[in-house]
């Protein structure tokens, strides 16, 4: 599953820096090794102010935000990130179990990039990453 996404080339440069926001440590440690693989610089937070506070210090690129975090809704947060200096041009993704077409309204009206599904295909965090590199927007799933 990994060899899809391996080959890919990544420009020359400093690493881009990823934060990847799970309470589930599965989940999140897995979309984290995926992201190492492709030369990303990775950080995990498990809940959301951990995730505030990571982000503020690692100034991620992008950010794989859950919607159903324990101590704070993804939507929270990520309007939180989107008013803080260090978050407002981040590419942050909703990655949740949450799919109906209300959900990704309300993702992309709290700030989210885009809206993607558990679990996380490898080909779905391919669009994803080109996405954020074209700078493509809501709407639509991928």
């Known amino acids: 599953m990994m ?18 926001v799970d309470d589930q440590p599965d989940v999140a440690m897995g979309l984290a090794l995926l992201l190492r693989h492709l030369g990303y ?37 990520c309007k939180d990130i989107r008013r803080s200096e260090w978050g407002m041009n981040s590419f942050i993704v909703a990655v ?7 959900d990704m309204i309300r993702a992309a009206n709290s700030g989210f990039d885009r809206h993607v599904g558990k679990p996380m295909e490898p080909g779905t965090l391919q669009k994803v990453l080109l996405a954020m590199k074209t700078k493509a927007m809501f709407p639509g799933p991928l």
């Open 41 to 77: 610089n990775v950080q995990v937070a498990y809940q959301a102010h951990e995730a505030l506070s990571k982000g503020a210090d690692f100034r991620p690129d992008v950010i794989f935000l859950d919607i159903g975090l324990p101590d704070q809704s993804g939507y929270d947060v």
């Open 96 to 102: 949740t179990g949450r799919n109906e077409a209300e």
């Open 3 to 20: 060899e899809h996404i391996a080959n890919r080339s990544e420009p020359a440069g400093p690493p881009m820096r990823a934060l990847v």
